[in-house]
Nanobody
């Protein structure tokens, strides 16, 4: 079982930055691929960014490429999402997710691929 706790959300003006953090309780954090998803009101949960077990492989939704950066610190059981040049359409609840993965460098974008989820943190970007 893995418990995930997100932090770092808030209110920011368009063009601003936020850094989300996710603390994981996993005994062997490096056994899990990690990802961030977001969900806006009335919309489905969507993939934002993912990172492999080692951190060497990453993947991003087209809408955030060049603006967001996902990273992880396996020694601290942490994963981060640095969000720059924020836009009003980035407004959503952001969720951290984990999946046990045999493949060391695989990054999965599907919601259904993930086994564990945090409670989410709200990000609001004003125009």
């Amino acid at each position: 079982q893995v418990q995930l706790v997100e932090s770092g959300g808030g209110f920011v003006q368009a063009g601003g930055s936020l850094r989300l953090s996710c603390a994981a309780s996993a005994r062997t954090f490096s056994a899990y691929a990690m990802a961030w998803f977001h969900q806006a009101p009335g919309k489905e949960r969507e993939f934002v960014a993912g990172i492999s077990r080692t951190g060497l492989s990453t993947d991003y939704a087209d809408s955030v490429k060049g603006r967001f950066t996902i990273s992880r610190d396996n020694a601290k059981n942490m994963v981060y999402l640095q969000m720059n040049s924020l836009k009003p359409e980035d407004t959503a609840v952001y969720y951290c997710a984990a999946r046990g993965s045999i493949c060391i460098e695989h990054v999965a974008p599907a919601v259904t691929a993930y086994d564990f989820w945090g409670q989410g943190t709200q990000v609001t970007v004003s125009s």
